[in-house]
């Protein structure tokens, strides 16, 4: 059995073609870049309307398969922004009503765990989830994924973006900001976790502030990753200690940070945790974790009408059926 996937939540565009046993036969995605500041979303809609018959082509060719040899098509549901959504929503329903093959819409969040665990072998990890849009350390109990702690602002690769913009950094700041933070020494930083919640404004408004009062890129840039990251493994270790899992699960975009994954695998020795990394490829949004979740529900026996199949914009992790698990 082959599915399709189909991210559009945000800046990517991409798509992936996976196997029932997990294989990702391709995995083509497509980033818009905004000339000026962060996503602007008519402007990255446009940019996936403009490039989603290629990347359907391409990744058909990488698989070296025919449309007609899929077998389920997917794509992500929520959360995400509505006008870039409804692109992978429209498209994926074109495809999946003109082929006659189920339709399957996915949350987002949960897919980057789902391929994290396909990829790595955790098997019930406290997953730490950190891209642009989302900030998430999440586990499952009770029969759904529980959200044991997030942001309450900005995404952390959201702010090291916003950050990165302020320094000069063309968008996406996040592997800039780690290179120069190689060369950087220590400057005071606020440290703002609440309970099991974060928050990344006062950090960047600081970042902000000491880069306009002339100190230098390379020592913001190592502060800002030291205390920003120490404090995601801090609520990420109080979630581990809670559930008493034994595995720990870095995914998202910014799990591409090696000082990120350094602190993380430092704290999971410490405790006698596992500590496992989504592949570089499958770290970033992408189409494969979207195919991947659809093969998991479909087993399950998973089906959505067309009129189940709405953008859903504030779809939260813990909100999800999981009926695979
Ligand atoms: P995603 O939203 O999951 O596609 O991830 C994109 C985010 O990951 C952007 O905010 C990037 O700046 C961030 N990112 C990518 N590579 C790195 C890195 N090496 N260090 C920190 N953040 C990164
Ligand atoms: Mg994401």
């Not at 955790?122 to 529980?146: C, H």
């Not at 990120?260 to 592949?279: D, N, S, W």
């Not at 195919?291 to 089906?303: D, R, T």
Request: proline share 3%; glycine share 10%; charged share 25%.
């Amino acid at each position: 059995m082959l599915c399709l996937g189909i991210e559009s939540t945000a800046h990517t565009f991409g798509v992936g073609i996976v196997s029932d046993t997990g294989e990702v036969l391709a995995n083509v995605k497509k980033m818009y870049q905004p000339k000026v500041g962060g996503i602007h979303p008519k402007e990255a809609a446009q940019h996936h309307i403009d490039n989603s018959p290629y990347i359907i082509r391409d990744a058909l060719d990488v698989a070296k398969v025919k449309i007609s040899d899929i077998d389920l098509f997917c794509f992500s549901q929520g959360p995400g922004i509505p006008n870039c959504l409804r692109i992978g929503a429209v498209v994926a329903r074109t495809l999946a009503l003109k082929h006659e093959k189920p339709l399957l819409g996915i949350n987002h969040c949960i897919s980057h765990i789902e391929i994290g665990k396909e990829k790595t072998g955790a098997e019930d990890p406290v997953t730490l989830y950190v891209s642009g849009g989302n900030t998430q350390v999440i586990a499952f109990t009770g029969g759904k994924y529980r959200c044991f702690g997030e942001t309450m602002d900005t995404a952390i690769g959201n702010a090291i973006d916003q950050f990165g913009r302020e320094i000069g950094l063309v968008h996406p700041g996040g592997p800039k900001v780690e290179k120069l933070a190689k060369d950087g020494k220590w400057v005071n930083m606020p440290y703002t976790v609440k309970g099991m919640d974060l928050s990344f404004s006062g950090i960047l408004s600081e970042a902000k502030r000491k880069f306009k009062d002339g100190v230098s890129k390379e020592d913001l840039c190592f502060s800002f990753q030291e205390v920003a990251f120490a404090m995601l493994v801090e609520v990420t270790e109080r979630a581990v200690a809670h559930t008493g899992k034994e595995e720990v699960l870095l995914t998202g975009g910014v799990a591409a940070n090696k000082r990120l994954q350094e602190m993380l695998e430092i704290m999971c020795k410490e405790r006698g945790a596992k500590f496992y990394t989504v592949p570089f490829d499958l770290a970033g949004d992408n189409g494969a974790m979207i195919a991947w979740n659809g093969v998991l529900a479909h087993k399950a026996g998973e089906k959505h009408e067309i009129a189940e199949t709405k953008i859903n914009q504030k779809w939260r992790t813990d909100q999800v059926d999981v009926s695979w698990l």
